[in-house]
């Protein structure tokens, strides 16, 4: 397998994070998203959205949208739960991820290291700042009663979440009064096979 990533995105640690998990190898090839490598004709023929990542099965075929990957891969694997229920909530939590979470305090993230602080960039900032806030405390009441996200285990519903929560101080997000959060953090870390956000690929 390849991996089609730019090492400082949360989207591609995730499947990064999986991959480590399952002890699977792959080759990953870095795509400079910030001067437009996600953007080239031989990238859009991958991905016609322009994004990483890409995951490149060994057969060739591509798939994008990294929660879509992460189902992907957790198939027929303790990261995905065998119970229809489960496999549902794990989906509940990944579209919060991507709908509540994802575009307050990962977006945030990267506007503050790749933009010129502006007064726009800055007034966008600060927009995104009390939603942010608000799915950190929605993490912080479920987790404050559940280990994990679904049923009590480890599964792509905390690695998808994982991603961009432990790197939301890069935001303007602290999350040192959110126990619960801090607490899960560690969980995951300790999972074996855990990688750091920057760690090369296996």
Same mark, same amino acid.
Not at 25 to 31: F, G, P
Not at 51 to 69: C, F, H, K, Y
């Given at each position: $397998? *390849? ?10 640690? *995730? ?17 400079? !998203? ?11 023929? $991958? ?21 879509? !990957? ?12 065998? *119970?229809? !229920? ?7 939590? $990944? ?15 990267? $506007? ?62 602290? !999350? ?27």
């Amino acid at each position: $397998m *390849k991996l089609y990533d730019f090492r400082p995105s949360g989207n591609g640690y *995730k499947i990064r994070l999986a991959l480590a998990f399952l002890g699977l190898a792959y080759e990953c090839v870095e795509v400079d !998203i910030l001067s437009g490598g996600s953007r080239t004709p031989e990238f859009l023929r $991958m991905n016609p959205n322009g994004r990483i990542p890409v995951l490149e099965l060994d057969d060739g075929t591509m798939l994008a949208e990294s929660n879509a !990957i992460l189902f992907f891969l957790a198939e027929g694997t303790p990261l995905l739960p065998a *119970k229809r !229920i489960g496999r549902a909530r794990v989906l509940q939590w $990944m579209f919060f991820e991507q709908y509540s979470h994802e575009p307050y305090i990962a977006t945030s993230r990267f $506007m503050r290291q790749h933009r010129e602080q502006t007064e726009d960039v800055v007034a966008d900032l600060q927009r995104r700042y009390e939603p942010g806030v608000a799915a950190l405390g929605v993490m912080e009441r479920h987790l404050s009663e559940h280990e994990f996200f679904v049923d009590g285990t480890f599964s792509i519903a905390d690695i998808a979440l994982y991603a961009y929560t432990h790197v939301a101080p890069e935001g303007g997000f602290a !999350i040192d009064s959110y126990p619960s959060i801090l607490r899960w953090l560690d969980r995951v870390r300790a999972q074996p096979g855990h990688v750091a956000i920057g760690a090369a690929a296996a």
